[in-house]
């Protein structure tokens, strides 16, 4: 695997970073964590890491100044991932203790799980199968030879809910709620899941990543 490029974990303060490091760091040794503009925009590739409420994950990027360097290193088509709350951070609008806008960068909704069968507790906590959406695959994406129904690590109460169905690249199931396991426009990936804390199959997700580049 060539690793002659940076990859940038963005640091906003938000989230333990150790584990994102750590799996990046095992295929990347060009890994680092980061939370300064100008080492972000000469990157090759950006990680968006994160635990939190919606509203404290964005209020960390606005402080730094990184909202708008993350949205130009979008639109210039380099490749981006998130994950967890980071996923959530690439739409446009959260719902989490109110209405706050998001990077914008993949239109859509973070919304809060529905009543669910069986008095189900949220947070979602745990493992859960990720499927393909009907009429789609998941060749050339990063989740590719992969199983279908594989297991992968959850930790959320909030759910990725894109505009446009094409943007949706994984599905799961909680509670009897179908929900938005994973998205994708372009080369920008988020996955709702923790493909860190997700075993092997989790690590072969980052793997393909960083192959993508």
Known sequence: MSTNFKITIVDY?????????????????????????????????????????????????????????????????KPIIGICLGAQLLLSTGCEFGT???????????????????????????????????????????????????????VHSYNLKPDDPEDVLAISEYGGHEFCAAVKKGNIYGCQFHPERSGEIGLSIIKNFIESI
């Not at 507790?121 to 959406?133: A, D, M, R, T």
């Open 100 to 154: 706050f806008s998001g990077l914008g960068i993949i239109l859509g909704q973070v919304v809060k799980f529905p009543n669910l069968e069986n008095k189900v507790k949220i947070p979602h906590i745990g493992w859960s199968e990720i499927c393909l959406p009907q009429r789609k695959n998941w060749k050339n994406t990063i989740l590719d030879s992969m199983p279908e129904k594989s297991n992968m690590y959850f």
């Open 13 to 77: 303060g938000v989230g333990n970073t150790h584990n994102v490091l750590k799996a990046f760091d095992r295929f990347c040794p060009q890994i680092h964590l980061s939370g300064n503009k100008k080492e972000i925009m000469k990157s090759d590739a950006l990680v968006l890491p994160g635990v939190g409420s919606f509203q404290s994950g964005m209020s960390g990027l606005r402080k730094r100044g990184l909202i708008d360097p993350i949205k130009e290193f979008a639109h210039m088509e």
